[in-house]
Antibody, heavy 123, light 110 residues
């Protein structure tokens, strides 16, 4: 059974940093492209960041470029999101999700999702 | 303002059929595959449809997807109260170089 478990969320002040983790199990993590998708309270879905299976290709939404960094450790079956210079508008539940992984080297569709971790940016 | 346009809400009676539209442009729906997601209250989204009209394993055939030009449609037949959820369409936007979603549609089964 595919499992994705996010962690690392919490309350952080504007301008602060946070590192999210996503532990994957039940599938060959190193073969899958991965994404982070977020959802602000009461709002819709927003794609945040994509990483290829090897980690060599990365794409980010304009809203987080230069501030967020996606990475992965295939040996640890883990996905990460380093978030710096956090703003109030980054407040959201952050989901990690497997990609359709058709090798397009960009996000395609999101097959399996974790339960999410809440990030709150507030003073 | 979302790049893809969905109606904020739709409703229908149990057992009936409902369709949810997703309107875009040539830079997104017109030239890329569409996926659909169901988000039940308080839970993570779930993939319903990918590649415009394919269902992942375990998704009942009550759910269907189609695409024509720059619009896509999600159809749900035999509505059940358990189908009450928010539904989102998504696709790649070649101009924005981003995966974009519709604003979501809340389905109420009366």
């Amino acid at each position: 059974e595919v499992q994705l478990v996010e962690s690392g969320g919490g309350l952080v002040q504007p301008g602060g940093s946070l590192r999210l983790s996503c532990a994957a199990s039940g599938f060959t993590f190193s073969s899958y492209e991965m994404n982070w998708v977020r959802q602000a309270p009461g709002k819709g879905l927003e794609w945040v960041s994509y990483i290829s299976s090897s980690g060599s290709s990365i794409k980010n939404a304009d809203s987080v470029k230069g501030r967020f960094t996606i990475s992965r450790d295939n040996a640890k079956n883990s996905l990460y999101l380093q978030m710096n210079s956090l703003r109030a508008e980054d407040t959201a539940v952050y989901y990690c999700a497997t990609d359709g992984s058709y090798g397009y080297l960009r996000p395609y569709f999101f097959h399996y999702w974790g339960q999410g971790t809440l990030v709150t940016v507030s003073s | 303002q979302s790049v893809l346009t969905q109606p904020p809400s739709v409703s229908a009676a149990p057992g009936q059929k409902v369709t949810i539209s997703c309107s875009g442009s040539s830079s997104n729906i017109g030239n890329n595959y569409v996926s659909w997601y169901q988000q039940l209250p308080g839970t993570a989204p779930k993939l319903l449809i990918y590649d415009n009209n394919k269902r992942p394993s375990g998704i009942p055939d009550r759910f269907s997807g189609s695409k024509s030009g720059t619009s896509a449609t999600l159809g749900i037949t035999g509505l059940q109260t358990g189908d009450e959820a928010d539904y989102y369409c998504g696709t790649w936007d070649s101009s924005l170089s981003a995966l974009v979603f519709g604003g979501g549609t809340k389905l109420t089964v009366l």
